[in-house]
């Protein structure tokens, strides 16, 4: 399992001519909750485009760098397209708050969890509900289900999610 968390900062470099095309700024992600790409920093300063690059452009990612098809797989997009975010921006994911549809908060996302050998698919979301209960218990994983959506302020989760709350497999705590 993967954090989207670790993927951001990392080098990126194209397979073809071996340069470094940038680093990761930001992950994107449709409302089916897969990922659809990577943001790369180096945005220029008056533009409302972003330099993206689309998963199926990536061909292996480590923990030290992504490696990219080619430089052809840097595509200009632009910023209002973008539809979700783990980061940044108007759709970011990081932050946003956990509810339930009976009327629970959960806590808030730090992280988002994706196995890399089923590709893009994310499997769960880390919760935070406060700074003292992560040092008490660590942060929980809540796993995906297909109940889950993302509204504009929060993210709604089916009733009696909180039970079904992890502890995550490589947490830093445990």
Not at 58 to 68: N, P
């Amino acid at each position: 399992m993967m954090r989207l968390q670790e993927m951001i900062g990392l080098a990126v470099f194209d397979v073809e001519g071996g340069k470094q095309v940038g680093k990761v700024l930001d992950m994107m992600l449709n409302e089916n909750w897969s990922i659809t790409g990577i943001l790369l920093e180096g945005k220029t300063l008056f533009s409302s485009s972003v330099k993206a690059v689309l998963w199926n452009d990536i061909v292996a990612y480590g923990e030290d760098a992504v490696m990219i098809r080619n430089q052809q797989a840097v595509h200009k997009l632009e910023a209002e397209n973008i539809q979700l975010t783990f980061l940044s921006g108007n759709g970011k994911l990081k932050e946003l708050s956990v509810l339930t549809t009976d009327g629970i908060m959960i806590g808030h996302v730090t992280d988002v969890y994706f196995n890399h050998e089923l590709g893009n698919t994310i499997t769960g979301i880390e919760i935070s509900d406060g700074f003292f209960s992560d040092l008490m218990e660590g942060r929980k994983m809540l796993p995906y289900t297909s109940g889950m959506t993302k509204g504009e302020n929060v993210i709604m989760v089916p009733p009696l999610s909180e039970q079904m709350l992890e502890k995550p497999m490589n947490s830093v705590n445990g």
